[in-house]
């Protein structure tokens, strides 16, 4: 982002977790409550992409593997004889869906109770950097009309 840039910067998809990265702001007198915001966005947004990006390798190795073995099994190539990829058909491919979020229920779980405790700390930290900001603001309000 440029120097003068006041806001985060939003970047495009990442190739491996599909999540777009964001590049975020540090104002030049961000108070120690803002930083602990900022840095726990940061950490859930790193948790976020490392989570993403290894399903997603995980979840596109399986699925070769699984069309390659279906494949084998009815005797064909993984291309066809016009050298198209070979596929199979949406009920064959339910069942790898199903079996490979059967497989990875429980990591999902987990990764879902960390993403609400990110989220519930990043929101409790908003609502500290608010009112911090607001009550900062009526302080100089105060201070300005008294004057």
Known sequence: PPAHSRNDWIGPPD?????RPVIFYVPPEESPLERR??????EAQACNQRF???QNCAFHQEKEEFIYSRLKAKG???RDETGQKAT???E???DFYKDF????????MQYNRDWYKRN???TFLMGQVALARALRWLRWKKKNVGN
Do not use: G
Request: net charge positive; glycine share 0%; no cysteine.
């Open 92 to 94: 064959e491919m339910a």
């Open 37 to 42: 915001l900022r840095e726990a966005r940061q």
């Open 76 to 78: 064909l190539e993984m």
């Open 52 to 54: 993403w990006a290894r």
């Open 101 to 108: 979020l059967s497989k990875n229920f429980r990591k999902h």
């Open 88 to 90: 199979l058909n949406a």
């Open 15 to 19: 190739k491996h977790s599909n999540l």
């Open 120 to 122: 519930f700390t990043i």
